[in-house]
């Protein structure tokens, strides 16, 4: 069976693997190497990576990092892209009219790049993250950078993929506010509890499920898991980040999203197949056939 993956940064993998420079030798606000032969010898090892997968969908974190994913993994037909903003971005300097101008600029670009915009599926990865910060002001442009961000996937009529992490009450919140994408959207890297996935089924959303339910800790997870219906979740690693167990805390690998899909089939009393095909046609109804 061929795997996808809905959420995977390939950059930031490559890098810990260290076939791609560091940041100090990546020039972000174009996307390019300064060194580019660097990336020839690195692209046997991307196809290696995915030769398993039909296909991977890769998020972006800013519009510079849309430009640098865009410009590593264009020439390869299995990875398709997400325009993100991260809240994470959100500093004390962060200046919102700047931002939302350069992302213009680059959406611009893509209107005048058909075989890109047509790997564009959709806005993401954006939200709310209120874990390494509490300060009302960064919060309060968190909150007013995502609603930028909803206002664009409905103006570009893309699904949003969503970053919440500790605001789930802000979430919702606004999230009602914007009845134009209900029904069009997924929770990334979802660990919230039964009742917070009620929140999100009510609204239409969809909820991506990775490594974190594979924890033995998890146990809210996994409830709302096993009370999740079959049409509203998908598959995801989030690699390099939160390798399922028992690979906790090492580089989560491609191949990993098996074990990820095992859980997730044991834990709903679904064969493996069975998870990875609602996986698959959760993904096209949500994404468009990749």
């Given at each position: 069976m061929m795997?996808?993956?809905?959420?995977?940064?390939?950059?930031?993998?490559?890098?810990?693997?260290?076939?791609?420079?560091?940041?100090?030798?990546?020039?972000?606000?174009?996307?390019?190497?300064?060194?580019?032969?660097?990336?020839?010898?690195?692209?046997?090892?991307?196809?290696?990576?995915?030769?398993?997968?039909?296909?991977?969908?890769?998020?972006?974190?800013?519009?510079?990092?849309?430009?640098?994913?865009?410009?590593?993994?264009?020439?390869?037909?299995?990875?398709?892209?997400?325009?993100?903003?991260?809240?994470?971005?959100?500093?004390?300097?962060?200046?919102?009219?700047?931002?939302?101008?350069?992302?213009?600029?680059?959406?611009?670009?893509?209107?005048?790049?058909?075989?890109?915009?047509?790997?564009?599926?959709?806005i993401?990865?954006?939200?709310?993250?209120?874990?390494?910060?509490?300060?009302?002001?960064?919060?309060?442009?968190?909150?007013c950078?995502?609603?930028?961000?909803?206002?664009?996937?409905?103006?570009?009529?893309?699904?949003?993929?969503?970053?919440?992490?500790?605001?789930?009450?802000?979430?919702?919140?606004?999230?009602?506010?914007?009845?134009?994408?209900?029904?069009?959207?997924?929770?990334?890297?979802?660990?919230?509890?039964?009742?917070?996935?009620?929140?999100?089924?009510?609204?239409?959303?969809?909820?991506?499920?990775?490594?974190?339910?594979?924890f033995?800790?998890?146990?809210?997870?996994?409830?709302?898991?096993?009370?999740?219906?079959?049409?509203?979740?998908?598959?995801?690693?989030?690699?390099?980040?939160?390798?399922?167990?028992?690979?906790r805390?090492?580089?989560?690998?491609?191949?990993?999203?098996?074990?990820?899909a095992?859980?997730?089939?044991?834990?709903?009393?679904?064969?493996?197949?069975?998870?990875?095909?609602?996986?698959?046609?959760?993904?096209?109804?949500?994404?468009?056939?990749?």
């Amino acid at each position: 069976m061929m795997y996808h993956d809905t959420h995977a940064h390939l950059d930031l993998l490559l890098q810990r693997l260290g076939d791609l420079p560091g940041e100090k030798d990546l020039n972000l606000e174009r996307g390019e190497l300064k060194h580019m032969e660097d990336f020839e010898i690195s692209k046997h090892k991307v196809n290696d990576l995915m030769s398993k997968h039909d296909f991977v969908i890769h998020p972006t974190v800013s519009t510079e990092n849309f430009y640098l994913v865009s410009s590593l993994f264009r020439s390869f037909s299995k990875v398709y892209f997400l325009l993100g903003s991260h809240p994470e971005i959100v500093k004390e300097k962060f200046r919102l009219e700047n931002y939302i101008d350069i992302q213009q600029s680059l959406i611009a670009e893509l209107e005048a790049d058909q075989n890109l915009l047509n790997r564009l599926v959709g806005i993401g990865e954006v939200g709310l993250d209120y874990h390494y910060s509490k300060d009302p002001i960064i919060i309060e442009k968190q909150k007013c950078l995502f609603e930028e961000q909803i206002s664009l996937a409905i103006k570009l009529n893309l699904p949003l993929v969503i970053h919440c992490r500790e605001a789930f009450s802000d979430l919702f919140t606004i999230l009602k506010s914007y009845p134009d994408i209900h029904n069009n959207f997924l929770i990334h890297c979802f660990t919230g509890d039964t009742d917070d996935l009620q929140k999100v089924l009510e609204i239409g959303g969809k909820v991506a499920f990775g490594g974190v339910a594979t924890f033995a800790s998890a146990r809210d997870l996994q409830d709302a898991v096993k009370y999740c219906p079959t049409d509203s979740f998908v598959l995801e690693t989030d690699l390099p980040f939160l390798a399922p167990a028992p690979h906790r805390s090492q580089i989560c690998m491609p191949e990993m999203i098996d074990e990820i899909a095992e859980t997730i089939a044991n834990l709903k009393g679904l064969t493996k197949k069975e998870t990875w095909n609602y996986s698959l046609k959760n993904t096209v109804n949500l994404f468009g056939q990749l």
